[in-house]
């Protein structure tokens, strides 16, 4: 869940989450739909997705019992090289070395010079207390997290800065990708309490499966209900919310708000339902 989204917007979905799957097996036999209402709200769905395929894994292929190394781990749905290695040196006391985007930062600046990846990933290996390896990896991402950070480093209270090359920030290499502006439409209908939905396909690039608003084409001056702000990867859309447009060839469902829980929304629209009062 912390791949990709702040701690303070995870703590209620993680919670929420165990409830609802208290253990492997539990997660393992879920149906995909209900994993996905679950994480409605968090983005990036095919984590979630890969969560599930990997709970399947563990069951069928692992006697349910989690893998202890790095190598066991990267066999897994969704686990690549890094998550492999916290879940290892962490869970496990593996001696495998992590690196994040905190990891990285501090370990270039104490160099002092932008390194390649593998580069990056020996440095750490050399770096690495092989007694305290869980204990080293997580100080190494709390340092560049709350001392070495991205702007404004605070050196002078860096338990490292002696050793530092860099003492304060390190140019990049690499140019700020911008954010591109759009705008969207969509209707908002409701019905004796309900609300119409449709459904993305299965086969969709992006968001398959989940839950939205009908969106709008053409609005030809129809009432705008609710203007938000809206962020997916590098766009910001600016969202136009309608009220009760008139669909056509639209394959679209009338949903009570009891079931809002149960089906996967997409962020967007579960923000619009929580505005509306649709949802909690």
Known sequence: ?????????????YQRFLKKFPNVQKLAAAR????????SGLGYYRRARMLHAAAK????????QFPSTAEE?????????????????????????????????????????????????????????????GDFNQAMMELGAT???????LCLL???????????EIKSDTSKVSQRKREAFYTLNR???????????????????????????????AKVWLTL????????????????VALQNAEAKWISPSKLDRIPLTGLTRKILKAGRFLQ
Not at 113 to 119: M, R, V
Not at 229 to 244: A, C, F, P, Q
Request: proline share 6%; aromatic share 6%; glycine share 6%.
């Open 1 to 13: 869940m912390l791949q990709q989204t702040r701690v303070a917007a995870v703590i209620e979905y």
């Open 32 to 39: 995909e739909a209900s994993v996905l209402a679950a994480w």
């Open 57 to 64: 894994q563990v069951v069928k292929e692992h006697n349910s």
């Open 73 to 133: 781990l990267c066999q897994l749905s969704g686990v690549g090289r890094y998550t492999s290695a916290a879940i290892a040196s962490i869970a496990f006391n593996q001696p495998v070395a992590v690196v994040d985007g905190n990891v990285e930062r501090v370990i270039q600046r104490l160099l002092g010079k932008n390194l390649a990846d593998e580069t990056i990933w020996r440095e750490a290996t050399n770096l690495l207390s092989t007694k305290r390896p």
């Open 147 to 153: 001392v070495c950070t991205p702007r404004q480093p």
């Open 158 to 168: 860096c338990p490292v800065e002696q050793f530092c090359a860099t003492r304060g």
């Open 191 to 221: 019905r004796h309490g309900n609300v119409l939905l449709t459904q993305r396909p299965r086969t969709a690039s992006l968001m398959p499966g989940m839950w939205e608003l009908p969106a709008v084409t053409n609005p030809n001056g």
């Open 229 to 244: 702000k809206h962020s997916i990867t590098v766009t910001d859309y600016t969202v136009r919310v309608l009220e009760n």
